[in-house]
C-alpha cells in the first residue's frame, strides 16, 4: 500500500506467511480463506502515545509508547513489552503478526499483540526505570486487562520492569489481577516462566532430531552453536548440557565467544554469565577478568558465531531478528550443521530461509532442517498462557507440572507443523517436511477461521 511508509520488518514477516500460504495447496482446498489475508494483516488497533519523565537529575526526559493489539480471534491480546532505542511501529507490527499465529500453535486461547518504547534501560538507575514505568503504565493502563490485553517482558523488559509496570497498573485501576505475565513467584508469577523459552525450543528440537533420525538419536554428543546470552539463551544452554550436548557458542551485541576446545560451556560458565547480564554487563568483560574464559575461549569482537565455527551439529539462533544472513546460512551448512531452530522472532533473514528450504529439498535427510521462531520458540509464552490460568484459579503450579505442560505443548506444535506439511504439500521420498510451511499454515488457518465464525470477514 503506497499511501504507507516502509516498514521493512513488517513486510518481511508478511511475506514469508504469503511464500508459505501461496505455495502450498491451501488455497486450492479452502479458496475463500485467501479473502482473510488482507484482513488478518491489519492490527486491530495501533496505540502510540507520549512517555514523559523525569532523570535523577531533574531533567525531563520524553520517549514514545507503543501498543500493537493486533488479533483478539482466538483471546486477549498477548504478547511481550519491548523497551529498546531501535523499537519503532514497524518491528512491533511485524512482532505483533508473529505473535498472533505463534500464539495459535500453543493450543491456547491466546490473541497476539506487542508493544514497547525506545526507551533504553541500559546505564538508567532503578529510580530511573521505576519512574518510566510508571508512565509507561499511566497510559498504557487503559487499553489493557486480564481479559483485554495481557502483556509480558521482552527485550530490556525483566523481572524488575515488570514488578514496576504491575505496581503502576495496581495503583492506577485499585485492581490486582493477572494483567501481565513473569511475575514474581510471590505475587502471581509461575515458576518455569524464565526459562520457558529457552527450554521449549530444546525441546521442539528434540523431536526435530528425533524424527530425522528414526527415533536413533537424541541431543546427546551434539555440537550446539548458540547466539546471545539473555534468559533465552541461557536457558536453552543449560538444557542442552542437561541433555547430553555440548554448547560450544555464545554472544552478545559486543561480540562472540567460541569454544577452543572439546569441552565447550558448563553450567557454572552459564552461572556467570547469567549474574553478568543481570549487572547489565558484556561478555568481554568476562573473557578479559575471568582466566577460564580465556583459556578456553576466543572472544570475537562485533561478530556472531555462525561462520567461526569448525563443526556444528545443531544451530539455536536466539539473540534478535535478523542475526541469520544468507552467507552465515551457507557456513553453517558448509560447517555440518543438520538442525536449526530459532530461540529469537525471525532470527534469520528471507534469504537466510530460502537457503536452508533449498539444502532442505536437494539434499533431503542430510540437507538442514529449519525450525521457525513462531513454532520453535512459543514455549514462552505458551508458559505465559499457562500463569494466566493459575493467576484465574488463584492457584499456583509446581515447577514440575509447569514443565510437564511446557513439554507437552512443545511437542503438540511440533506434529501440528509436520502434519500440516504433509497435508498441504508434496512431499518428495526421503525429504523432510517444510517446518516453516506447516507452522505458517496450520496458524494462519486457526486464525482465520475463528474470525470468519466471529464474523470479521466473509
Known sequence: MSNLAPEPEFQQA????????????????????????????????????????????????????????????????????????????????????????????????????????????????????????????RELSKHIGQFTDVPAGDIGVGGREVGYLFGAYKSYKNQFEGVLTGKGITWGGSLIRPEATGYGLVYYVAHMISYASGGKETFAGKRVAISGSGNVAQYAALKVLELGGKVITLSDSKGALIATGEEGFNETDIELIAKLKLDRGYLTQLHAAEDSFKSRFKYLPGERPWCHVDKVDVALPSATQNEVSEQEAKELIASGCKFLAEGSNMGSTQEAINVYEEDRKSRKADGLWYGPAKAANCGGVAVSGLEMAQNSQRVSWTSEQVDKELAGIMERCFWNCLNTAKEYYDIAEGELPSLVAGANIAGYVKVVNAMKAQGDWW
Not at 30 to 50: G, H, N, Y
Not at 56 to 83: C, E, H, I, M, W
Not at 108 to 116: A, D, E, R, S, V
Request: charged share 25%; hydrophobic share 35%.
Open 14 to 137: 508478511y511475506n514469508e506467511l504469503v511464500h508459505s500460504l501461496e505455495g502450498s495447496k491451501l488455497f486450492q482446498a479452502s479458496p475463500d480463506l485467501k479473502a482473510a489475508l488482507p484482513v488478518v494483516s491489519v492490527p486491530e488497533r495501533v496505540i502510540q502515545f507520549r512517555v514523559t519523565w523525569e532523570d535523577d537529575k531533574g531533567n525531563f526526559q520524553v520517549n514514545r509508547g507503543y501498543r500493537v493489539q493486533f488479533n483478539s480471534a482466538l483471546g486477549p491480546y498477548k504478547g511481550g513489552l519491548r523497551f529498546h532505542p531501535t523499537v519503532n511501529l514497524s518491528i512491533l507490527k511485524f512482532l505483533g503478526f508473529e505473535q498472533t499465529f505463534k500464539n495459535a500453535l500453543t493450543g491456547l486461547n491466546m490473541g497476539g499483540g506487542k508493544g514497547g518504547s525506545d526507551f533504553d534501560p541500559k546505564g538508567k538507575s532503578d529510580n530511573e526505570i521505576r519512574r518510566f514505568c510508571y508512565s509507561f503504565m
